[in-house]
């Protein structure tokens, strides 16, 4: 039971995901599922539980209970098995800043192992597509916010992982660069690489192919964009948020 | 691993800060030390006992006057004015010429100067004492008739006559330096990518903690390797301080008081969350102790019973002593093999615990 299964292509399966701390609860019974190659939308306020959830998936932290699988492998007992075929990006940024670039991208390519010269490869072909090849040697520190998350980007999916976790990758970038960054995330999705990302921006929402939305450690909504909108009869991802927050506050009164 | 050394590497070659601590303090640290010795020998003030004054007390009197290492030359009325004056502190060695000198000497027999210094102070009575010898030497030489004729020069040392605590700086110096440089340099280095939440990316990764421990601990082994050797060779060829027992010991010794520096620092960041944490913990839970509890400057002998007690808890206690005997007494193992069992097992506890709370983190 322990080798790898392959659900109806799906690459990871939640299954009543609960995860306390002491008597708070953060993420309660959370069933979802993410299909190969999807960008899966996992949206919530500030403190709604994605973290938690993300941490779990990433193998940072224990589930309190549930049944979880990630690439097929068990969250309790594989994720080393996990770790090699996922990348992570953090809320904070998270490369080297007094080393540059090309020293950033050595390092993270050895800890999963690959060779030097692939590293150079895949390094000059993603620096060249950000059209900033000249930058090699440039130490992180001194380059633009902008640029150093779109490296942060790069050096998450060097390994050509499954699943690219980001957590809050566009906190605090400005619009157009927030605009560039998804289309790095689009080019990676079509090479095959599932993107699991969380965010509080909503419009960021109407990029994923289906979204489920956080509120207060539940999962209240599980869908395509598309069929949210419809289904609670708004203009935008903004406007279903913010309706099913409400709902979430009446039934609190109730 | 290897990749991860590199990086480690690159951090601490790239940061001012660290570089100055760790190439910049031995340096300063062994030449102030160093300096504070010459200086207060240059300046030395030396009163003279000298009953009945002829040609030969007075022309060896104005030899050590003139080498511009002692100052002062009172005369004292007597012995009895000895202690006195170095009870007052305002002498720090007093030269005792005996009576009839100039008629001794003519004689054939061999006259006795007493070079009484203050070793309360060991490294200045230690020099002063082999200055006026080199001093009075040189003018046995000039009398040219050896053998008949000759001074003979009677050191005597007053209240540590057996110059305990001599060139006690250099195990001090090396004690703080490892404890400074693999405890706090390793904590703060650890804390930072936390800071920076690389930390996060590193344990997504498939690294085993115990690699990125290994990865993050490894430079600063060997960059406190050296600096243990560097203050060795420094001492030893700028201010002659030997080492007389095996320095193979010493050395083996040294990695063991690295490995527990570094458990140490390693435990500490898995309690701080940045470096500014870490840095005061290193400071106060580290530095403090190991400068103020160690025996280094104040000797335990001396301190209240409850600081002796504490004292025992203390790492650097255990491995002064050790040092010191290497170095000093030339001692082998198995005359501190007590305090090199008591250090590899603070060694295993600290390890231990630090793997323990590496690992619950990660929850």
Not at chain 1, 117 to 145: F, K, W
Not at chain 2, 41 to 59: N, S
Not at chain 2, 296 to 316: G, R, Y
Request: proline content about 4%; hydrophobic content about 50%; charged content about 20%.
């Amino acid at each position: 039971m322990y080798e790898a299964k392959e659900n109806n292509g799906n690459v990871i399966e939640a299954v009543d995901l609960v995860k306390r701390f002491g008597n708070f609860v953060a993420n309660d019974r959370l069933t979802f599922s993410v299909q190969r190659g999807e960008i899966f939308g996992f949206l919530g306020a500030n403190g709604a539980g994605k973290t938690t959830a993300i941490r779990i998936l990433c193998g940072l932290s224990k589930p309190t209970s549930g049944q979880i699988r990630v690439a097929g492998y068990d969250v309790y007992t594989r994720t080393e098995k996990i770790k090699q075929r996922i990348g992570y990006m953090s809320q904070r940024f998270s490369l080297y800043e007094d080393l540059t670039v090309w020293e950033n991208f050595r390092f993270f390519g050895g800890i999963y192992r690959m060779k030097s010269a692939l590293i150079r490869e895949r390094a000059d072909q993603m620096l060249g597509r950000l059209g900033i090849l000249e930058l090699s040697d440039a130490v992180i520190a001194s380059l633009p916010p902008g640029i150093r998350q779109k490296l942060a980007f790069s050096v998450a999916i060097l390994h050509k992982p499954e699943i690219v976790f980001l957590d809050e990758p566009t906190g605090g970038v400005d619009p157009v660069t927030r605009r560039q960054f998804w289309e790095m995330i689009y080019e990676a999705a079509a090479t095959g690489i599932t993107v699991f990302v969380t965010t509080h921006y909503m419009d960021e929402a109407e990029y994923c192919n289906r979204v489920s939305i956080m509120v207060d450690g539940k999962i209240e909504a599980l869908d395509t964009p598309e069929q949210l909108k419809k289904t609670y009869n708004a203009g935008s991802m903004n406007d279903v948020f913010l309706k099913l927050a409400r709902r979430n506050e009446e039934q609190m009164k109730e | 691993m290897k990749r991860f050394i590199i990086k480690e590497f690159l951090h601490i070659f790239r940061d001012v800060r660290s570089m100055l601590i760790l190439f910049g303090m031995p340096l300063v640290q062994v030449l102030l030390f160093g300096f504070a010795i010459t200086n207060e020998i240059r300046d030395a003030r030396v009163a003279v006992v000298d009953a009945v004054p002829d040609v030969v007390t007075k022309d060896l009197r104005n030899k050590l006057f003139a080498s511009g290492y002692f100052t002062g030359g009172d005369i004292l009325a007597g012995q009895h004015e000895i202690d006195e004056r170095f009870r007052q502190g305002d002498v720090k060695m007093v030269v005792v010429f005996e009576p009839e000198f100039a008629q001794k000497l003519e004689r054939g027999e061999n006259p006795v100067v007493q070079l009484i210094a203050d070793a309360s102070d060991p490294n200045a009575a230690k020099l002063l004492v082999n200055y006026a010898t080199g001093i009075i030497n040189g003018y046995n030489r000039s009398l040219g008739t050896y053998p008949p004729q000759a001074v003979i020069a009677e050191p005597r040392m007053m209240y540590n006559p057996s110059l305990k605590g001599v060139y006690m700086f250099v195990p001090g110096i090396i004690t703080i330096l490892l404890m400074l440089v693999s405890a706090m340099m390793t904590s703060i280095s650890i804390a930072r990518e936390k800071e920076a939440g690389t930390m996060e990316v590193l344990l997504v990764s498939p690294l085993k903690p115990i690699s990125i421990i290994l990865g993050k601990v490894t430079p600063y082994v060997v960059l406190s390797f050296i600096n243990a050797v560097s203050i060795l060779l420094m001492s030893y060829y700028v201010f002659g301080v030997p080492v007389k027992g095996s320095l193979l010991l010493l050395l083996a010794e040294s990695i063991l008081f690295i490995l527990l520096a570094l458990s140490l620092g390693i435990f500490i960041s898995t309690v701080a969350n940045n470096q500014q944490t870490a840095m005061m913990l290193s400071m106060f839970a580290l530095m403090l102790p190991t400068i103020l509890l160690s025996g280094f400057i104040f000797p335990i002998e001396n301190m209240p019973a409850v600081l002796q007690w504490i004292s025992l808890l203390m790492p650097p206690r255990w491995f002064i002593f050790i040092i010191k005997s290497i170095m000093l007494k030339g001692a082998g193992l198995t005359y501190f093999w007590k305090e090199t069992l008591i250090l590899t097992a603070m060694t295993g506890v600290f390890i231990l615990a630090s793997i323990r709370k590496f690992k619950i983190r990660l929850d």
